[in-house]
């Protein structure tokens, strides 16, 4: 039985993306063990897919020779872990010839670029495989079925019974935690004043501290659902599950609704890399929001006059339709 380890310590909605070379690794050796190096925070996100058979976590220092492994997929590139996973003797080390430090402590190479590259980011995880027998390219409709999210924790009652059965469950996620470029806030009370409450209820998530942010949200509308700080990773997802979509920039949230099969709406500026030719959510149910054309003013500041641009009755519409279905 083969054992491999997925290496990618980065962000939430990167190892969203990520937890398809999962399921394309199980296809490939259906007895093989899966598993997956990450961070503490994403802890939760991995292990709800049936794809991981094991979460290390590189916070605390793991064992990597005590895994077991004969593969290791350096997804994310880190120059420590490439050495350590070299001197605890992985015999198949793989990596991208792009990274100085892979030509030593890797053995298997593959040529990959992501910066100037056309693919979709989860296209360019899934290239890492092609040494373990993978096709040259996936679709975004077949990564689409490889995330494998369904070991949900069940929430808690009184979490579960703001859903409403008669009504369309959206969940606004507003902030980005400095990863993404923003809507504005003004974009999101117009979307929530343009849609009819007897049709929809909102739910505000984010954290505690963004919570603070989202203050005039809440007093300008007090019917919202403040979700802010009281979800952990865990139950954001399985609450996820259960609402009917979301509406937020590229941040792990939108990524994944995305995977769990809800209405994930996505607003995007068109600058290189941030469009969503590379971070749009990929997902049945998955809609991005764009200006057309390139985005050059704006390419070095924090407020995005082509985020800001995209208009809240485009959002609207789309959700109408959606609940007309």
Same mark, same amino acid.
Request: aromatic share 8%; charged share 20%.
């Given at each position: 039985?083969?054992?491999?380890?997925?290496?990618?310590?980065?962000?939430?909605?990167? !190892?969203?993306?990520?937890?398809? !070379?999962?399921?394309?690794?199980?296809?490939?050796?259906?007895?093989?063990?899966?598993?997956?190096?990450?961070?503490?925070?994403?802890?939760?996100?991995?292990?709800?897919?049936?794809?991981?058979?094991?979460?290390?976590?590189?916070?605390?220092?793991?064992?990597?020779?005590?895994?077991?492994?004969?593969?290791?997929?350096?997804?994310?590139?880190?120059?420590?872990?490439? +050495?350590?996973?070299?001197?605890?003797?992985?015999?198949? +080390?793989?990596?991208?010839?792009? +990274?100085?430090?892979?030509?030593?402590?890797?053995?298997?190479?593959?040529?990959?670029?992501?910066?100037?590259?056309?693919?979709?980011?989860?296209?360019?995880?899934?290239?890492?495989?092609?040494?373990?027998?993978?096709?040259?390219?996936?679709?975004?409709?077949?990564?689409?079925?490889?995330?494998?999210?369904?070991?949900?924790?069940?929430?808690?009652?009184?979490? &579960?019974?703001?859903?409403?059965?008669?009504?369309?469950?959206?969940?606004?996620?507003?902030?980005?935690?400095?990863?993404?470029?923003?809507?504005?806030?003004?974009?999101?009370?117009?979307?929530?004043?343009?849609?009819?409450?007897?049709?929809?209820?909102?739910?505000?998530? /984010?954290?505690?501290?963004?919570? /603070?942010?989202?203050?005039?949200?809440?007093?300008?509308?007090?019917?919202?659902?403040?979700?802010?700080?009281?979800?952990?990773?865990?139950?954001?997802?399985?609450?996820?599950?259960? &609402?009917? /979509?979301?509406?937020?920039?590229?941040?792990?949230?939108?990524?994944?609704? &995305?995977?769990? /099969?809800?209405?994930?709406?996505?607003?995007?500026?068109?600058?290189?890399?941030?469009?969503?030719?590379?971070?749009?959510?990929?997902?049945?149910?998955?809609?991005?929001?764009?200006?057309?054309?390139?985005?050059?003013?704006?390419?070095?500041?924090?407020?995005?006059?082509?985020?800001?641009?995209?208009?809240?009755?485009?959002?609207?519409?789309?959700?109408?339709?959606?609940?007309?279905?």
């Amino acid at each position: 039985m083969r054992t491999f380890i997925i290496s990618r310590t980065d962000a939430i909605g990167d !190892v969203v993306l990520t937890l398809p !070379v999962a399921g394309v690794l199980k296809g490939l050796y259906p007895q093989s063990r899966v598993l997956f190096l990450g961070r503490s925070y994403t802890e939760e996100i991995v292990k709800a897919s049936v794809h991981i058979d094991g979460f290390l976590n590189w916070d605390k220092s793991p064992d990597l020779r005590a895994a077991g492994a004969d593969t290791i997929i350096h997804v994310f590139p880190d120059k420590r872990i490439a +050495r350590q996973a070299k001197k605890a003797g992985i015999k198949e +080390r793989i990596g991208t010839t792009n +990274r100085i430090y892979h030509w030593f402590t890797c053995n298997r190479l593959v040529k990959l670029s992501r910066r100037h590259s056309p693919l979709h980011e989860a296209q360019l995880n899934l290239q890492l495989l092609k040494p373990l027998g993978a096709k040259d390219l996936y679709s975004l409709e077949e990564i689409a079925q490889y995330y494998g999210l369904s070991r949900l924790e069940r929430l808690p009652a009184e979490v &579960a019974a703001l859903i409403d059965l008669r009504r369309y469950n959206l969940v606004l996620h507003p902030k980005s935690r400095g990863s993404a470029r923003e809507w504005g806030l003004e974009n999101f009370a117009q979307l929530i004043r343009l849609l009819p409450n007897g049709r929809f209820k909102i739910f505000i998530t /984010g954290t505690a501290a963004e919570g /603070g942010q989202l203050r005039s949200l809440f007093d300008k509308f007090p019917f919202l659902t403040d979700l802010t700080g009281k979800l952990s990773l865990g139950q954001l997802m399985s609450f996820l599950s259960q &609402a009917d /979509g979301l509406v937020a920039a590229s941040t792990g949230p939108l990524h994944l609704a &995305a995977a769990l /099969g809800i209405d994930a709406l996505g607003i995007y500026p068109p600058i290189r890399p941030m469009h969503p030719g590379r971070w749009a959510p990929i997902g049945a149910k998955a809609k991005v929001f764009v200006k057309d054309g390139e985005c050059a003013d704006c390419r070095k500041s924090g407020t995005c006059a082509c985020m800001l641009g995209i208009s809240p009755l485009s959002v609207r519409d789309y959700l109408l339709e959606q609940i007309s279905k």
